[in-house]
DNA sequence: AACGCGGGGGC
DNA sequence: GCCCCAGCGTT
C-alpha cells in the first residue's frame, strides 16, 4: 500500500532518538518494551540507561536479586512489571540458554508478556509480521478509518490487530513503530498536528474534521481519598521503615507505617510526645493517599505502644543508607517533609 | 469483562 | 481537575 511507504518515509526523517533505538537484540528491545507499558518515553530513558548498565545481558538480570532490581526500578511505578521482567529473564536465561524465543507460544508465556509487548519484540527485534497494538496505534488507527469500537472493552484491540495485519508491510519493524511515533508526536490526543501529518491525505477522520470524537473510548470513575497517619519513628538520626506486604498496592517496597485515624487516636493517648507535619498527598490511577506525618521518638518506654503496628520486616536506618532501599515515591514526599522540618 | 496496579505530563 | 501514557495478570 502506497501510504504505508509515506508513514515509513516520515518515520525515517523524523523518529526520535532513544536508548533502545541503538540496539537490536531482543534482550535490550524487551526490557524498553516492559518499562514503556503506560509510561511515556521521557520517563523511561533515564530508568533504561541505569537497568542497562548494571544488568547488561539478561543473564546478568536473570542472576540478580528482587531486591535489586527493584532498587533500579524505584519510582517508575508499575512494580509487577519489574518482578515479572526478572522472572522472565530467569525462564529465558535458564530454559533458553539466553535466547529470546521466536515461537509464539513460547513468548506469550514469558512473565509480563502479553500481546503488545509479544508483537513489539518479535516485530522490532526479529523484523517478523506481528501487530503491536498500544494506545497508540487505537488512536491513529480509529481516527484514518472511522473505527468506532470501544477502546476500552479489551476485545476490541482484536479489531485494530487484524487492521494492523491488513496494513503490514515488509518493513514490520519500522511500520509498528511508526505508527506508535506517529500517536506519539502527530496524532496526539488533545490538539492533533494534522497539517504536519503524512497520513493526512487518507485520514477519513481528517476529512470530516472529526479528529477528537476519536478514540471512543468509555470513562471509568474517579478516585476516593484515604487518609492515613505517616509514623516516623526515630532513633536519634535513624528512621524506621519497614518492608510491605507480598501483595497489593506498592508491594514489596519500603516504607514507613501508615495506620488509620482510628487507630491513631488510640495510640496518640499513649504517648507523651509527638510532633504533626503538614499533610502530604499521593495520588495513584485508582487511590489518592492523604498522609500526616507524625515525628514520634522510639523509646524503650513506649516501644510496646507500637508492637502490634510493628509486625513485618523492619529496620532503623541513617539516612545515608536510605539508597540502599526500594522506596515508592508515596514515601519518598513523606520523608521529604521530614527533612524540611529539620 | 472488570479490576488492581504508579507516577508523571499535558492541558 | 481530568485524561493519557509503546499494558499485564488475576478473578
Request: aromatic share 12%; proline share 6%; hydrophobic share 40%.
Amino acid at each position: 500500500m502506497k501510504y504505508t511507504t509515506y508513514l515509513l518515509e516520515w518515520f525515517d526523517k523524523n523518529k526520535r532518538q532513544m536508548p533502545w533505538r541503538e540496539r537490536s537484540d531482543a534482550y535490550s528491545i524487551w526490557v524498553s518494551e516492559v518499562m514503556l507499558q503506560q509510561t511515556q518515553v521521557d520517563t523511561v530513558r533515564p530508568y533504561y540507561e541505569r537497568f542497562m548498565e548494571r544488568f547488561p545481558t539478561v543473564h546478568d538480570l536473570a542472576m540478580a536479586t528482587q531486591e535489586e532490581v527493584y532498587t533500579y526500578w524505584q519510582g517508575l511505578g508499575y512494580y509487577r512489571r519489574a518482578d515479572n521482567l526478572h522472572k522472565g529473564a530467569k525462564v529465558v536465561s535458564e530454559q533458553y540458554n539466553g535466547i529470546f524465543p521466536t515461537d509464539p507460544k513460547l513468548v506469550k508465556n514469558i512473565p509480563g508478556i502479553g500481546p503488545y509487548t509479544m508483537g513489539a519484540v518479535l516485530s522490532i527485534a526479529f523484523n517478523l509480521p506481528y501487530p503491536a497494538v498500544d494506545g497508540n496505534v487505537m488512536r491513529v488507527l480509529s481516527r484514518q478509518f472511522l473505527i468506532e469500537d470501544d477502546i476500552a472493552i479489551p476485545k476490541t484491540r482484536k479489531i485494530f490487530e487484524e487492521k494492523v495485519m491488513v496494513l503490514m508491510p515488509e518493513d514490520a519493524r519500522n511500520f509498528n513503530q511508526a505508527l506508535m511515533e506517529l500517536g506519539a508526536l502527530i496524532c496526539t490526543p488533545k490538539n492533533p498536528k494534522c497539517e504536519s501529518c503524512p497520513m493526512k491525505p487518507i485520514c477519513m477522520a481528517y476529512e470530516e474534521g472529526v479528529q477528537i470524537e476519536y478514540p471512543v473510548k468509555s470513562s471509568k470513575t474517579k478516585a476516593e481519598p484515604d487518609f492515613y497517619k505517616a509514623l516516623i519513628l526515630k532513633q536519634g538520626d535513624k528512621i524506621y521503615l519497614e518492608k510491605r506486604p507480598e501483595e497489593g498496592l506498592l508491594a514489596k517496597l519500603w516504607g514507613v507505617p501508615l495506620i488509620t485515624d482510628v487507630v491513631w487516636e488510640k495510640m496518640k493517648s499513649e504517648l507523651v510526645t509527638f510532633e504533626v507535619l503538614e499533610q502530604v498527598q499521593h495520588v495513584f490511577t485508582h487511590r489518592r493517599w492523604l498522609m500526616t506525618p507524625i515525628v514520634i521518638e522510639y523509646t524503650t518506654q513506649n516501644a510496646k505502644i507500637f508492637e502490634e503496628i510493628l509486625q513485618g520486616e523492619g529496620v532503623f536506618i541513617v539516612p545515608e543508607g536510605l539508597k540502599n532501599y526500594a522506596i515508592a515515591t508515596a514515601f519518598k514526599k513523606v520523608l521529604r517533609k521530614l527533612q524540611e522540618n529539620i
